[in-house]
């Protein structure tokens, strides 16, 4: 059972580092460090794209409309935190 819950960490770990790479890139391309016409970085942001906007689409809906302020990311990146804490307190239940 220890197993199962290494394992639900790793695919936390994995999701929070494909937020803040999410993040990360976001930044580079609006202060025109990358830019999409690359074909490499336009295929990483598109990826990353169709595979956080589900989750991002769902989160906005609950939030404030802030104008050009998007708290999706770091309201999922919170719960990914939250997530984890409460997986490693109730870790005795995975022995």
């Known amino acids: 059972m220890t197993s199962i819950l290494q394992i639900l960490l790793m695919l936390l770990d994995l999701a929070q580092f ?12 609006n ?3 990358l830019n999409l016409r690359q074909p490499l970085v336009g295929q ?8 956080l906007e589900p ?12 104008g050009g302020i ?17 997986l490693i307190n109730n870790a005795p239940m995975f022995i």
């Open 44 to 51: 990483i942001w598109y990826g990353v794209n169709r595979l």
């Open 18 to 29: 494909v937020i803040l790479a999410h993040i990360v890139m976001s930044w580079l391309i």
């Open 70 to 86: 998007d708290l999706a990311p770091l309201v999922a990146l919170l719960a990914i935190y939250a997530a984890r804490i409460i």
């Open 55 to 66: 989750t991002y689409a769902r989160l906005r809906s609950f939030l404030p409309n802030l």
């Open 31 to 33: 202060f025109q460090v």
